[in-house]
């Protein structure tokens, strides 16, 4: 079974300009994530959709960023205009459930995106 | 979210037990303890987590004090590639805003030969 792919691996954009991210989840979980490291600092949590709906939002740093989920099965992440804090590791993860009882997410490799 | 307590660092004898602390004192009755790792510049892996009882896999052991306020995580053999770091999370049961990770700084196991 294929796990969690993120798409690209590395990304280097110039302040100002657009890039957006993929994730493809794993087959048949609903719940998909998306979190972001930016340098020096902890691993942060972005948003979550349900299927193609966002659960909570919550970690979206400002209006630069948007996230779709269309159909409910790969997302998106879209940065516009891009920041030079905007650099970072972005991590995709999913999950079957979302109950704590049983909310192992599986993550993708992650996006290295360099904004100069 | 239940905040957790990490030491920032320590080390390992390769094929000796690593034991990895984790203090959550102000854990809910229904939050889990959830652990996970990072190799290198890998994304994170899911290890163990639990609610109360001791709990194991393949990878690991964890071990709940009985007031829940505290927890270990052990890799009974630890080798090199164990190298990583280990996040102790706390996560919530309900909510309009539960399934999230909160990642704190975490534990930088080094596993020396």
């Known amino acids: 079974e294929a796990g969690v792919t993120q798409f690209p691996s590395h990304s280097v954009i110039e302040k100002g300009q657009t890039v957006t991210l993929r994730c493809d989840p794993i087959s048949g979980h609903d719940n998909l994530y998306w979190y972001r490291r930016v340098m020096g600092k902890e691993i942060k949590f972005l948003l979550h959709?349900?299927?193609?709906?966002?659960?909570?939002e919550s970690g979206m740093p400002n209006n630069r960023f948007l996230a779709e989920r269309t159909g409910g099965t790969y997302s998106t992440l879209k940065v516009q205009p891009a920041e030079l804090e905007d650099s970072g590791v972005y991590f995709c993860?999913?999950?079957?459930?979302?109950?704590?009882?049983?909310?192992?997410?599986?993550f993708g490799p992650g996006t290295r995106l360099t904004v100069l | 979210d239940a905040k957790t307590t990490q030491p920032p660092s320590m080390d390992c004898a390769e094929g000796r037990a690593a034991n990895l602390p984790c203090n959550h004192s102000?854990?809910?009755?229904?939050?889990?303890v959830y652990w996970y790792r990072q190799i290198h510049s890998q994304g994170p892996q899911y290890i163990i987590h639990g609610l109360k009882n001791n709990e194991t896999n393949e990878m690991a052991s964890l071990i709940i004090t009985e007031d829940r306020k505290s927890s270990t995580l052990i890799l009974p053999h630890a080798t090199l590639r164990d190298t990583a770091v280990y996040y102790c999370?706390?996560?919530?049961?309900?909510?309009?805003?539960?399934?999230?990770?909160?990642f704190g700084q975490g534990t930088i196991l080094t596993v020396h030969p």
């Open positions: 959709f349900v299927k193609e709906s966002k659960q909570d």
């Open positions: 102000t854990i809910s009755g229904n939050e889990y």
């Open positions: 999370i706390v996560t919530r049961a309900g909510g309009t805003s539960y399934g999230k990770l909160t």
């Open positions: 993860a999913s999950s079957q459930t979302r109950a704590a009882s049983d909310n192992e997410q599986f």
